[in-house]
């Protein structure tokens, strides 16, 4: 098999004509048909630029540039995972499950890899993802090799779980796209802990389709902590039901580019979701957090709340579009995003969108961008805290302001360290905000 090696857009339509007898599922027509199908939506619109309104303010200019080759080979050896937050945890190493990495043994729902999971029965995959419209779903969907496949049936509470993926540098830049669909039935719960880590040159475009049933409730929290080498593209799909409930809050802390980007529907009565996060940046990096929330039906609820934190010559973005459809009556939207600019250097980009039909609502957003507050600072300096350590407090304390909506102890637990992690590679006074 003769992979051959072009750069952007043309060199991830190449490796699909030279893979796809070989992708898992391929001997499944739907499957099939699917990809080629994605295939032909990435192939007329190749990666977004900044003539798209939702891409003007990130430049994916390096990757339409680059070549990047799949993870051909399995990775043995020694995989560094980072110290578990839960007693069962997915392991995916460049993309792909590792059984042996896993301990899913004793779950009390269905958890496995999506590939395996192909050859056994028929899976709903594409019902919610958008590849027509959305670029980087159209490459996830046309070249993914696995991801995690979860299905936690009615009335079950699932307890924890964790989502580790991990890359490993090869010496070369790659791609991996996991492909990770979630299903909740009709009052099923769900704690999902998901970590990225790895190094390298690579791509890492995961996409999750989440479906909530009526009454559920997944709670997902996310920590992006690659290398500032890595191109991190993640996009989100999720369909919550009547009284059900997504909860995401997602630190995104490591990437040269990070770009997440989440599309979540209220499609039954009494829906609530809530998308919260701090994102991060220092010398270099870019950080993305586009979202959308569709209103579709009456009485639901939506929280949005994100922190930005930016140093040295870095930039940042936030978007977020809420549509409230004709027949959301009685919607309750929030939105609130504020940035932290920590040098004459960094720059960030705010865009709140509201879109309202209905006439019975109650929505509003807002948005601040600014420095350290001087008299804050004045006042820890006149206390005797050194203005390194003074400064640090300063910004820790904006930044777990974000962290205690967060009601799951653990999941605030792993989310304070993660912060704390980003801040201590800055150089900042250890144990500041004690």
Not at 63 to 84: H, K, N, R
Not at 127 to 139: C, H, Y
Not at 222 to 237: C, G, K, N, W
Not at 324 to 339: I, L, P
Request: some cysteine; proline content about 6%; overall charge negative.
């Amino acid at each position: 098999m003769t992979v051959p090696v072009q750069t952007g857009a043309a060199g991830f339509l190449a490796r699909y004509e030279g893979l796809k007898d070989h992708l898992p599922g391929a001997r499944k027509p739907w499957l099939n048909a699917l990809r080629a199908d994605a295939a032909a939506h990435f192939a007329a619109r190749g990666f977004p630029t900044r003539r798209i309104e939702q891409w003007k303010y990130t430049d994916l200019a390096p990757l339409a540039q680059a070549s990047f080759a799949e993870p051909l080979t399995m990775v043995d050896g020694t995989i560094a995972l980072p110290p578990a937050h839960a007693p069962h945890r997915a392991v995916f190493v460049d993309g792909r499950f590792r059984a042996d990495l896993s301990t899913l043994d004793g779950l009390a729902f269905g958890a496995q890899g999506l590939a395996q999971h192909l050859n056994q029965a028929e899976v709903p995959l594409g019902a919610l993802a958008k590849p027509d419209s959305e670029p980087l779903t159209a490459l996830n969907t046309m070249l993914f090799e696995d991801g995690l496949f979860l299905d936690v049936p009615a009335g079950v509470d699932g307890g924890l779980l964790e989502l580790i993926s991990v890359a490993v540098d090869p010496g070369r830049p790659f791609a991996f796209h996991p492909r990770h669909l979630l299903r909740l039935g009709a009052g099923a719960r769900l704690t999902l802990i998901e970590t990225a880590i790895g190094a390298g040159t690579c791509l890492h475009n995961p996409v999750f389709e989440i479906d909530v049933a009526e009454g559920a409730t997944l709670t997902h929290g996310r920590m992006l902590q690659e290398a500032a080498t890595v191109f991190h593209l993640s996009t989100i799909y999720a369909r919550i039901a009547a009284e059900g409930t997504y909860d995401n809050f997602t630190v995104a802390a490591g990437p040269r580019l990070t770009r997440n980007e989440i599309h979540a529907a209220l499609v039954g009565p009494r829906a609530a979701c809530h998308m919260n996060g701090a994102q991060m940046a220092s010398e270099g990096q870019h950080v993305d957090t586009t979202t959308s929330l569709d209103h579709a039906a009456p009485d639901c609820a939506s929280r949005q709340t994100y922190k930005t934190v930016l140093a040295g010559r870095s930039r940042g973005v936030f978007q977020g579009k809420i549509l409230v459809r004709r027949e959301a009556q009685k919607t309750d939207g929030y939105q609130m995003n504020q940035a932290l600019l920590l040098s004459e250097d960094a720059e960030i980009d705010s865009k709140p969108q509201l879109e309202i039909y209905a006439d019975d609502v109650k929505c509003s957003h807002g948005a601040t961008v600014g420095a350290l507050d001087p008299d804050s600072l004045f006042y820890l300096r006149a206390r005797g805290i050194p203005e390194a350590q003074a400064k640090a407090m300063l910004v820790e304390a904006f930044l777990h302001e974000a962290v205690e909506t967060v009601t799951d102890e653990t999941l605030r637990g792993a989310l304070t360290r993660a912060l704390d992690a980003w801040w201590a590679r800055q150089g900042a006074p250890t144990g500041a905000a004690a």
